[in-house]
């Protein structure tokens, strides 16, 4: 059974923490993605990665950072937490099978910055 | 840029057929899918269509695509309580590891 998981469900930091978001992948996936998930914005895409220490920003990385030391695993950053990334985080990594990309992914990371 | 564009809620009667409707705008994207939400849960791949067919069915579900408007619809029969969910329609672009668009989801809720 495929798996993606993520380190936390639910987070509560204080703003300027720096916060670390932990993703773990089995299927020896080469990509993996962070997302974050707002009401009514759908899915945005932070940073991804294509291989090990290889990283690409997404559309909004802005206030964040990643890590990818290891190919199974992925870290999102948040240098100086602020409320307005108060959201649910989305990890995903993909693999191409028969021609086509397919995601799977974890079960979201609910932060709460006060 | 690129686009997938689908409405926000739809609201069915138990046992009725839900359509949910999709736009993209990229016409190189090889494979479309639709992925399913569930409440607290992260976002599971539900079903996916080849750019050169028409329709899939599966079970309960049935996939339409029109490449010439660039328009994806899933059809759910009978649509359950279970069925209550964000499902969010995406396409590759073509592949490559900038992975999928996303649609902004459509949360479907369903009446008794």
């Known amino acids: 059974d495929v798996k993606v998981t993520q380190s936390s469900r639910y987070l509560v930091k204080r703003t300027g923490e720096k916060v670390f978001l932990e993703c773990v992948q089995d299927?020896?996936?080469?990509?993996m993605f962070w997302y974050r998930q707002d009401p009514g914005l759908g899915l945005r895409l932070i940073y991804f990665?294509?291989?090990?220490?290889?990283?690409e920003k997404g559309d909004i990385p802005e206030g964040y950072s990643v890590s990818r030391e290891k190919k199974e695993r992925f870290s999102l950053i948040l240098e100086s937490a602020s409320t307005n990334q108060t959201s649910m985080y989305l990890c995903?990594?993909?693999?191409?099978?028969?021609?086509?990309?397919?995601?799977?992914f974890g079960q979201g990371t609910r932060l709460t910055v006060v | 840029g690129e686009d997938v564009e689908q409405s926000l809620f739809l609201s069915v009667r138990e046992g009725d057929s839900s359509v949910i409707n999709c736009t993209y705008t990229?016409?190189?994207?090889?494979?479309l899918y639709w992925y399913k939400q569930e409440p607290g849960a992260g976002l599971q791949l539900l079903t996916y269509?080849?750019?050169?067919?028409d329709m899939k069915q599966d079970q309960r579900l049935t996939v339409l695509l029109n490449k010439k408007d660039k328009h994806l619809s899933l059809r759910i029969a009978d649509t359950q309580t279970g069925d209550s969910a964000i499902y969010f329609c995406?396409?590759?672009?073509?592949?490559?590891?900038?992975?999928?668009?996303f649609g902004k989801g459509t949360h479907l809720i369903i009446q008794p």
């Open positions: 995903a990594s993909s693999g191409t099978r028969a021609f086509h990309t397919e995601a799977f």
């Open positions: 990665s294509y291989d090990v220490k290889m990283k």
């Open positions: 990229d016409s190189s994207s090889t494979y």
């Open positions: 299927m020896d996936h080469e990509n």
């Open positions: 269509i080849f750019s050169n067919m």
């Open positions: 995406a396409d590759n672009q073509g592949g490559g590891a900038d992975g999928l668009t």
